[in-house]
C-alpha cells in the first residue's frame, strides 16, 4: 500500500526492501537484519585485536551508550512488530504481494477509468461507454508526467478529489434524470434534498429515510477517498515507469485525435471523447443562467395586465358561482396516450363524460404544458395561477414574496367570493398560503381524517371531496366559494392506493385502515416497472372518480369544476416520454360559463383529442381572466 507523498516500499523476491524516491526511481535495497549495524569503533576492534579497548570514555560517553542502547531497543522493538505486523505477509509471501499489488493498480486504473467515462444519466450505460479515449485522462497523465515531484503530488490529490465529485454529480444527475427528467441545477435545487428525505421518511418511514441517508453519505465519501487513492496510486506507477507511461499517453493522444477527426464510433457512441469537459462547461452555463434568472424574473413578474382593473370589473361573468381550481397530482398526458394504459383511462374518462352529462353537466378539455415533470408540484401550482413561469424554487421563493396577483387573488380581490384551500398534502406551516390569497387553509389536520397514511399521501382523495362538502360546501346560507384543491391519492409512489366506496360509508376515515391493508406494497411494486405503471393508471382512475362522482352528487346549477393535472409523473411511468404536457378540463352546469370559452378550441368531454390546443401552463390565468371578464 502506498499514500499520497510518501515513499514508496519495494520488495524483491527475497523479502529485501527498500524505498523508492519521490520521482519512483528505486534507491538501494539492502538485506534485512534482525541486528542492529556495529559502530566504527567496536568495527575498529574486531580488525585490530591488539588495540587496547580499555580506554577511558569520555563524560558524555554514558549518556550516549544509553541512547544508543534506546535506539537499539526502539529498532529492535520497529522490527518485531514488522515481523508480526500487517506487512510481515509481504516478507513471507512476496508472490502473493505482488499479486495483490497488481490486482489493486488494476482496479485504481478501472476506477480511474470509470469515473472519466461514466454517463450521467442511466440509459445512456452500456458497454460502448466505457471503452472511448477521453480526452481529459490523456491531458492529465501528460500533465503529471511534465511536472517536478512536490506539484505532481499535490496535482495528483487534487484530481482525484475533483474526479470524485465530478463522479458524485454524475450520479446525482442520474437520480434526478429518473425522477424530475433533467440534471442536478448546483444553483437551485438544494432544497430539493430536504423534500427528497421527506418523501423517503413517508414512503419507507423514518428508518427507510435514516438508512437511506447514511447510504449516500457512506457512498459520497467513498467514491471522494477512492478516486482521490486510484489517482495517486497510477501517478506513481507512471512516474516509476515513465518512458512506457510517455509513449502510452503519446499513443492515446494520437489515437485521440484520429478517431475524433474521422469521427469513429462503435455503435452511435465515438470512441474519442471529451465528454467531462462539455459536462462541466454545460454546469457552469447553467450556473450563470441561475444566477441571471432572478432578473429575468423580476422584469417579468412587473407586468400585470390586470394590476390596474377595478374590483367590480373582475371575473363578472362567474359572479353567483362556485368556482373550484383542482389539481390532481401526476395526471399527465401519458395517462391517456400510453398504448398500456390508454383502453382503461378511457373507459374510466368516458363514463365520467356521460354521468356529469346524465347530471346536466357539459365540459371542455385542452393540454397545457407544465413547467416541471415528475415531482414539483408546487412549481406547477404557482405557474398555473400566478400566470408566470415558475421553473425552479428561486422564482417560487421571489413569487411567494412579492406583490404579484394571483388567479386566487383576484378572486378574493374582488370581494365576491370565500377563498379556501383543501391541500391534505400540507403536514406542517405553510406561510406561503397567505400569498394565494385564502381565507382558510384546510390541511390534513383539519380535514377530520382519523383513517391512515397511504404511503406519501394522507388523506384519500374521495375523503378530501367529502370533508369540503362538509366544511364548506354544504353549508346553508353562505356566500360562493372559489376553492383550490388538490387531488394527492395519486401522488408517487401510487401503492398502496384507496379504492372508490360508498359516499356514505366514509365516515371519518376509519374505514381505510382495511383498504390499505389490502392494497400493495411500495417496495414489491418498485421492483417491476411494469407495476408501477398499472398501479399509476389505477391511482389516476381513482382521482378521477373521486372528482367526478362527487359533482355528481353535490354539483349544481351554480358549480363550475377546473380540473387538471400538475405534471407528468417520473420516467420509470412515461417510459422514455420526455413531453410535460397534462390535460385541463372545464366543467359547468350553466351552459353560458362554456359559451365563453367557446373559441378556445378545446375538445368537448373529460378527454382531451390529441391535436386539442395546447398551451403554456402560465398563459391560462390571463385567458381565463379575459374570457370571464366584462369583454369576455
Same mark, same amino acid.
Given at each position: 500500500?502506498?499514500?499520497?507523498? &510518501?515513499?514508496?516500499? +519495494?520488495?524483491?523476491?527475497?523479502?529485501?526492501?527498500?524505498?523508492?524516491?519521490?520521482?519512483?526511481?528505486?534507491?538501494?535495497?539492502?538485506?534485512?537484519?534482525?541486528?542492529?549495524?556495529?559502530?566504527?569503533?567496536?568495527?575498529?576492534?574486531?580488525?585490530?585485536?591488539?588495540?587496547?579497548?580499555?580506554?577511558?570514555?569520555?563524560?558524555?560517553?554514558?549518556?550516549?551508550?544509553?541512547?544508543?542502547?534506546?535506539?537499539?531497543?526502539?529498532?529492535?522493538?520497529?522490527s518485531d512488530r514488522a515481523r508480526s505486523g500487517?506487512?510481515?505477509?509481504?516478507?513471507?509471501?512476496?508472490?502473493?504481494?505482488?499479486?495483490?499489488?497488481?490486482?489493486?493498480?488494476?482496479?485504481?486504473? %478501472?476506477?480511474?477509468?470509470?469515473?472519466?467515462?461514466?454517463?450521467?444519466?442511466?440509459?445512456?450505460?452500456?458497454?460502448?461507454?466505457?471503452?472511448?479515449i477521453p480526452a481529459e485522462g490523456v491531458l492529465?497523465?501528460?500533465?503529471?508526467?511534465? +511536472?517536478?515531484? /512536490?506539484?505532481?503530488?499535490?496535482?495528483?490529490?487534487?484530481?482525484?478529489?475533483?474526479?470524485?465529485?465530478?463522479?458524485?454529480?454524475?450520479?446525482?444527475?442520474?437520480?434526478?434524470?429518473?425522477?424530475?427528467?433533467?440534471?442536478?441545477?448546483?444553483?437551485?435545487?438544494?432544497? =430539493?434534498?430536504?423534500?427528497?428525505?421527506?418523501?423517503?421518511?413517508?414512503?419507507?418511514?423514518?428508518?427507510?429515510?435514516?438508512?437511506?441517508?447514511?447510504?449516500?453519505?457512506?457512498?459520497?465519501?467513498?467514491?471522494?477517498?477512492?478516486?482521490?487513492?486510484?489517482?495517486?496510486?497510477?501517478?506513481?506507477?507512471?512516474?516509476?515507469?515513465?518512458?512506457?507511461?510517455?509513449?502510452?499517453?503519446?499513443?492515446?493522444?494520437? %489515437?485521440?485525435?484520429?478517431?475524433?477527426?474521422?469521427?469513429?464510433?462503435?455503435?452511435?457512441?465515438?470512441?474519442?471523447?471529451?465528454?467531462?469537459?462539455?459536462?462541466?462547461?454545460?454546469?457552469? *452555463?447553467?450556473?450563470?443562467?441561475?444566477?441571471?434568472?432572478?432578473?429575468?424574473?423580476?422584469?417579468?413578474?412587473?407586468?400585470?395586465?390586470?394590476?390596474?382593473?377595478?374590483?367590480?370589473?373582475?371575473?363578472?361573468?362567474?359572479?353567483?358561482?362556485?368556482? =373550484? !381550481?383542482?389539481?390532481?397530482?401526476?395526471?399527465?398526458?401519458? %395517462?391517456?396516450?400510453?398504448?398500456?394504459?390508454?383502453?382503461?383511462?378511457?373507459?374510466?374518462?368516458?363514463?365520467?363524460?356521460?354521468?356529469?352529462?346524465?347530471?346536466?353537466?357539459?365540459?371542455?378539455?385542452?393540454? =397545457? @404544458?407544465?413547467?416541471?415533470?415528475?415531482?414539483?408540484?408546487?412549481?406547477?401550482? &404557482?405557474?398555473?395561477?400566478?400566470?408566470?413561469?415558475?421553473?425552479?424554487?428561486?422564482?417560487?421563493?421571489?413569487?411567494?414574496?412579492?406583490?404579484?396577483?394571483? +388567479?386566487?387573488?383576484?378572486?378574493?380581490?374582488?370581494?365576491?367570493?370565500?377563498?379556501?384551500?383543501?391541500?391534505?398534502?400540507? /403536514?406542517? %406551516?405553510?406561510?406561503?398560503?397567505?400569498?394565494?390569497?385564502?381565507?382558510?387553509?384546510?390541511? &390534513?389536520?383539519?380535514?377530520?381524517y382519523h383513517g391512515p397514511y397511504f404511503s406519501?399521501?394522507?388523506?384519500? *382523495?374521495? !375523503?378530501?371531496?367529502?370533508?369540503?362538502?362538509?366544511?364548506?360546501?354544504?353549508?346553508?346560507?353562505?356566500?360562493?366559494?372559489?376553492?383550490?384543491?388538490?387531488?394527492?391519492?395519486?401522488?408517487?409512489?401510487? &401503492?398502496?392506493?384507496?379504492?372508490?366506496?360508498?359516499?356514505?360509508?366514509?365516515?371519518?376515515?376509519?374505514?381505510?385502515? @382495511?383498504?390499505?391493508?389490502?392494497?400493495?406494497?411500495?417496495?414489491?411494486?418498485?421492483?417491476?416497472?411494469?407495476?408501477?405503471?398499472?398501479?399509476? /393508471?389505477?391511482?389516476?382512475?381513482?382521482?378521477?372518480?373521486?372528482?367526478?362522482?362527487?359533482?355528481?352528487?353535490?354539483?349544481?346549477?351554480?358549480?363550475?369544476?377546473?380540473?387538471?393535472? *400538475?405534471?407528468?409523473?417520473?420516467?420509470?411511468?412515461?417510459?422514455?416520454?420526455?413531453?410535460?404536457?397534462?390535460?385541463?378540463?372545464?366543467?359547468?352546469?350553466?351552459?353560458?360559463?362554456?359559451?365563453?370559452?367557446?373559441?378556445?378550441?378545446?375538445?368537448?368531454?373529460?378527454?382531451?383529442?390529441? *391535436?386539442?390546443?395546447?398551451?403554456?401552463?402560465?398563459?391560462?390565468?390571463?385567458?381565463?381572466?379575459?374570457?370571464?371578464?366584462?369583454?369576455?
Amino acid at each position: 500500500m502506498t499514500e499520497p507523498g &510518501s515513499d514508496t516500499t +519495494l520488495s524483491d523476491a527475497d523479502g529485501n526492501t527498500g524505498t523508492a524516491s519521490p520521482d519512483g526511481d528505486a534507491a538501494t535495497t539492502e538485506p534485512h537484519s534482525d541486528t542492529a549495524p556495529a559502530d566504527a569503533d567496536s568495527g575498529a576492534a574486531a580488525a585490530d585485536p591488539g588495540r587496547d579497548t580499555d580506554t577511558t570514555p569520555p563524560a558524555h560517553a554514558p549518556a550516549a551508550r544509553e541512547k544508543g542502547d534506546d535506539a537499539v531497543e526502539g529498532a529492535a522493538a520497529v522490527s518485531d512488530r514488522a515481523r508480526s505486523g500487517w506487512f510481515a505477509w509481504r516478507r513471507r509471501c512476496p508472490r502473493a504481494a505482488r499479486g495483490v499489488s497488481v490486482g489493486t493498480t488494476v482496479l485504481a486504473g %478501472a476506477l480511474v477509468v470509470f469515473a472519466l467515462l461514466l454517463p450521467n444519466r442511466m440509459e445512456r450505460i452500456e458497454f460502448a461507454s466505457f471503452v472511448r479515449i477521453p480526452a481529459e485522462g490523456v491531458l492529465l497523465a501528460g500533465l503529471l508526467l511534465a +511536472l517536478p515531484p /512536490r506539484p505532481r503530488r499535490i496535482m495528483a490529490v487534487v484530481s482525484g478529489v475533483f474526479l470524485g465529485l465530478v463522479t458524485v454529480l454524475k450520479f446525482v444527475d442520474m437520480g434526478f434524470y429518473q425522477v424530475l427528467a433533467r440534471p442536478f441545477d448546483l444553483v437551485l435545487d438544494w432544497i =430539493l434534498i430536504e423534500h427528497a428525505t421527506d418523501f423517503l421518511r413517508e414512503t419507507f418511514g423514518r428508518t427507510g429515510q435514516v438508512l437511506a441517508v447514511i447510504g449516500v453519505i457512506v457512498l459520497l465519501v467513498a467514491v471522494l477517498v477512492l478516486t482521490t487513492l486510484a489517482v495517486v496510486r497510477l501517478t506513481n506507477l507512471m512516474v516509476r515507469h515513465r518512458p512506457v507511461a510517455a509513449r502510452t499517453t503519446l499513443i492515446l493522444g494520437t %489515437a485521440w485525435i484520429t478517431c475524433m477527426t474521422l469521427g469513429v464510433q462503435i455503435g452511435t457512441v465515438p470512441i474519442a471523447t471529451k465528454g467531462n469537459a462539455e459536462f462541466l462547461g454545460n454546469r457552469v *452555463d447553467q450556473v450563470r443562467a441561475g444566477l441571471r434568472d432572478a432578473r429575468v424574473f423580476e422584469k417579468q413578474a412587473a407586468v400585470d395586465a390586470f394590476a390596474k382593473t377595478p374590483p367590480d370589473q373582475l371575473l363578472t361573468g362567474l359572479r353567483g358561482k362556485d368556482v =373550484l !381550481f383542482t389539481f390532481i397530482e401526476s395526471y399527465g398526458r401519458v %395517462a391517456i396516450d400510453d398504448p398500456a394504459m390508454a383502453k382503461q383511462t378511457d373507459a374510466v374518462l368516458k363514463e365520467g363524460t356521460a354521468s356529469l352529462k346524465a347530471a346536466g353537466f357539459e365540459s371542455r378539455s385542452g393540454w =397545457l @404544458q407544465s413547467p416541471v415533470t415528475g415531482a414539483g408540484s408546487w412549481l406547477a401550482h &404557482s405557474t398555473f395561477l400566478s400566470g408566470l413561469w415558475i421553473k425552479n424554487q428561486q422564482r417560487y421563493r421571489s413569487l411567494t414574496t412579492s406583490d404579484r396577483m394571483t +388567479l386566487t387573488n383576484y378572486f378574493r380581490k374582488t370581494g365576491a367570493w370565500r377563498t379556501v384551500g383543501i391541500v391534505p398534502g400540507v /403536514r406542517r %406551516a405553510w406561510p406561503e398560503g397567505k400569498y394565494f390569497g385564502l381565507d382558510h387553509i384546510y390541511d &390534513s389536520e383539519r380535514l377530520g381524517y382519523h383513517g391512515p397514511y397511504f404511503s406519501w399521501t394522507p388523506v384519500p *382523495d374521495q !375523503f378530501s371531496m367529502e370533508a369540503f362538502q362538509r366544511l364548506e360546501h354544504g353549508k346553508k346560507d353562505r356566500e360562493p366559494i372559489m376553492a383550490e384543491i388538490i387531488l394527492a391519492s395519486s401522488h408517487n409512489p401510487w &401503492s398502496p392506493i384507496a379504492r372508490m366506496i360508498d359516499w356514505e360509508d366514509l365516515g371519518d376515515g376509519s374505514v381505510f385502515h @382495511q383498504i390499505k391493508k389490502e392494497g400493495t406494497d411500495p417496495t414489491e411494486v418498485w421492483k417491476d416497472p411494469e407495476k408501477v405503471r398499472t398501479e399509476y /393508471r389505477r391511482a389516476i382512475e381513482y382521482s378521477i372518480r373521486s372528482l367526478t362522482e362527487w359533482v355528481e352528487r353535490y354539483g349544481d346549477e351554480d358549480t363550475v369544476l377546473v380540473f387538471l393535472g *400538475d405534471h407528468q409523473p417520473v420516467p420509470t411511468v412515461t417510459a422514455g416520454d420526455t413531453g410535460k404536457d397534462v390535460p385541463i378540463t372545464i366543467v359547468a352546469h350553466d351552459k353560458k360559463v362554456l359559451d365563453r370559452v367557446a373559441d378556445w378550441g378545446w375538445t368537448d368531454g373529460i378527454k382531451p383529442a390529441p *391535436d386539442a390546443p395546447r398551451w403554456g401552463m402560465d398563459k391560462f390565468r390571463d385567458r381565463f381572466m379575459t374570457a370571464y371578464g366584462p369583454q369576455g
